[in-house]
């Protein structure tokens, strides 16, 4: 029932931008917190970024902490993740993930508390 589509990927050299964005359709709840996952060859998936549903709060790594920006569009079936000065490290295949209500307290860039997977959308900073 509940599908994410990703798209906006594409090839980018180092300092440039990129926004990716991600549709959902049959909708988890009144209110779902969505993140952003990366998955770079050879390596394992780690957590980008990631929205609270029902607060509006925002949780990024250290990693691409004031580079990235995620926003949920309420009351739309979009949540973007615009990527600013990417660098060749932030080359990977990006998911987008969704949950239901609100997002758990040290668990907000955890896989596991996530229902919901799109198939990925490749980023690639040469």
């Known amino acids: 029932h509940v599908q994410l589509v990703e798209s906006g990927g594409g090839s980018v050299q180092p300092g440039g931008s990129l926004t990716l964005s991600c549709a959902v359709s049959?909708?988890?709840?009144?209110?779902?917190?969505m993140a952003w996952f990366r998955q770079a060859a050879g390596q394992e998936r780690e957590g980008v970024a990631a929205?609270?549903?029902?607060?509006?709060?925002?949780f990024y790594t250290e990693s691409e902490k004031g580079r990235f920006t995620i926003s949920q569009a309420y009351g739309k079936t979009t949540v973007s993740l615009q990527m600013n000065d990417l660098k060749p490290e932030d080359a990977a295949t990006y998911y987008c993930a969704t949950k239901s209500g609100s997002l758990w307290r040290n668990y907000e860039l955890s896989s596991s508390i996530y229902n919901y997977w799109g198939q990925g959308t490749q980023v690639t900073v040469s």
């Open positions: 929205v609270d549903g029902t607060n509006g709060g925002t």
């Open positions: 049959g909708r988890p709840g009144l209110r779902y917190s």
